[in-house]
């Protein structure tokens, strides 16, 4: 599909940019041993985080005079760690909430996936973006006036593209609060339909 073209084609170039920046620091700084990591290498994985916050899910509302709320709460754990000083991965858990549509629910989790690019502000802060993919599983019931009026029932699953961009001011050398923005494109019976969400929450550094 091409929403899965688009992705991979998105994290192979900021792969291919992460193997350029590693080279050139290679290159620059050949008695520094600790200048790129891998995941599967000690010392990458050096920080987790929750979030919590407001979801709002791109979906239409179904039947006249049913209920039709398409904003609740959101949450998501991560852990992460970083190639270099500039690039990051995270590995995510996602909840999207539960939304009334059509006289019944859409709820929802997923797991996400993201290559993160920023710049370091201080010791323990910096502005970021996200780029990645997210598999979600969602699940819509309805009523038989929202079924009438053609609200597709039932469970769906698959990948996605997601993105977004982050701020964390640090308050310890551990510590640090954060605030990101994300759209994650999520699975419907229906379609595919985009759930943005603001979050806040806390991370911590153990590396």
């Excluded at 005079?65 to 690039?87: E, P």
């Excluded at 859409?106 to 201080?122: H, K, Y």
């Excluded at 001011?169 to 494109?185: I, K, Y």
Aim: aromatic content about 10%.
């Amino acid at each position: 599909m091409h929403y899965c073209t688009i992705t991979a084609a998105a994290l192979a170039a900021a792969g291919l940019a992460f193997s350029g920046a590693a080279s050139a620091q290679t290159a620059t700084s050949s008695t520094t041993t600790d200048s790129s990591r891998m995941p599967y290498q000690s010392g990458f994985w050096g920080h987790a985080g929750v979030s919590a916050g407001r979801g709002e899910l791109d979906a239409s509302c179904v039947g006249a005079g049913l209920a039709c709320d398409k904003k609740d709460n959101a949450f998501r754990a991560y852990v992460g760690g970083r190639f270099n000083n500039a690039i990051g991965l995270e590995v995510g858990a996602l909840n999207i909430g539960d939304y009334s549509r059509g006289g019944g629910k859409t709820d929802g989790w997923g797991m996400d996936v993201a290559l993160i690019a920023g710049v370091p502000i201080g010791a323990n802060s910096s502005i970021f973006g996200k780029l990645g993919t997210a598999y979600t599983r969602t699940d819509v019931t309805g009523s038989p006036a929202g079924i009438a009026a053609g609200l597709r029932t039932g469970e769906e699953s698959g990948w996605g593209p997601r993105w977004g961009v982050g701020a964390q001011v640090g308050l310890t050398p551990q510590w640090a609060v954060r605030l990101d923005w994300d759209r994650f494109q999520v699975q419907l019976p229906a379609g595919d339909e985009d759930l943005d969400a603001l979050m806040l929450g806390v991370q911590y550094t153990f590396r």
